[in-house]
């Protein structure tokens, strides 16, 4: 499973928790790749949220019992409890002054703690840190969260879950909602952190160090199905943080709103171009445009562009 790399420097205030439910060979790609890192952690402890395949717990036995392996390992055993839970426990066993979080089916290019680390070690006001994602399986892209401080996360959630933290914030905010099993804990411990001191922000690295899996059934896809119940607790949860920056709360939403609204404007635009049927969702927002948010505007300027060229009969022409 590990390769041995040159030149391997162990990061001594960093260890590793990497988190497994029902994961099979996978989670061997995500110790292998913390095993490959150029600058490797202290430890590694693997949190098994009661799993129940017996090829998923062959998998851990056999990372428990592999010599090679360059840094110690160790693999606990819970009842599954949900992945905040799972990590909280990881946490709690470590004794670095940083902790690296880490999916069992997620995987780590190899400058990731060496680069990561760096920027957690210049700046002590940061709580944690991580770097861009390149995506794999369903969807090959590259994600490119921002971080920031608490009123960039108030609208949206600016770091990803792999990420290493400053196991003080981790203590003085109280961990991971235990109770959240349905998606955004990651989103909801960042915000935890970042209210701990009117200083802390989250820092990225700007160069895809994570690489992503994606699949139709992932958590992720599935929690999008929650979002405004999910948000709601958060909202309530910390309520004081989004009363003291609505502002940024407001036009960080908005922000997201308008960038997308402009992508579904330039795409109408485009499959006119073609002279091409539009989809029903798009025909529907062109015959009653929404009002107040920019729809409206963005009909418009549809619209205007085709008068220009004397093509704006396009009920007619059968586009819409």
Not at 57 to 71: G, H, K, N, Q, T
Not at 109 to 129: F, H, K, Q
Not at 266 to 289: G, Q, R
């Amino acid at each position: 499973m590990y390769r041995k790399m040159e030149n391997q420097n162990i990061a001594e205030d960093i260890e590793a928790v990497v988190t497994s439910y029902n994961q099979g060979s996978m989670i061997l790609e995500a110790v292998s790749s913390l095993c490959d890192q150029t600058m490797l952690p202290a430890g590694i402890i693997i949190v098994d949220d009661g799993s129940t395949e017996k090829h998923s717990l062959e998998m851990l036995d056999e990372i428990a019992s592999d010599p090679d392996l360059p840094v110690p390992v160790t693999v606990l055993y819970q009842s599954n409890g949900g992945v905040s839970a799972a990590r909280n426990a990881g946490i709690s066993r470590t004794e670095t002054s940083m902790v690296l979080i880490l999916d069992g089916d997620d995987k780590l290019e190899p400058a990731y703690i060496e680069e990561t680390g760096r920027l957690l070690r210049t700046d002590p006001s940061m709580v944690a840190a991580s770097s861009w994602m390149r995506t794999f399986g369903v969807l090959d892209s590259v994600v490119c969260p921002a971080g920031g401080g608490i009123g960039a996360f108030l609208s949206r959630n600016c770091c990803p879950a792999t990420h290493i933290l400053r196991r003080s914030a981790w203590e003085l905010c109280g961990g991971y909602d235990e109770s959240m099993r349905s998606g955004f804990e990651d989103w909801e411990f960042f915000l935890s952190m970042l209210e701990t001191d009117p200083e802390a922000h989250i820092g990225i690295v700007e160069i895809p160090l994570i690489d992503y899996r994606t699949a139709p059934a992932s958590s992720n896809v599935r929690s999008m199905s929650k979002r405004l119940d999910l948000m709601r607790f958060i909202i309530e949860k910390h309520a004081d943080a989004y009363r003291d920056n609505v502002a940024d709360a407001v036009l960080g939403i908005e922000s997201v709103s308008m960038s997308r609204l402009y992508g579904w404007e330039s795409e109408i635009s485009h499959t006119l171009d073609s002279d091409c049927k539009m989809c029903e969702a798009s025909e529907k927002f062109m015959e009653h445009p929404s009002y107040g948010d920019g729809g409206m505007a963005a009909a418009v300027r549809i619209m205007s562009a085709y008068d220009k060229n004397g093509d704006s009969d396009f009920k007619q022409s059968g586009r819409i």
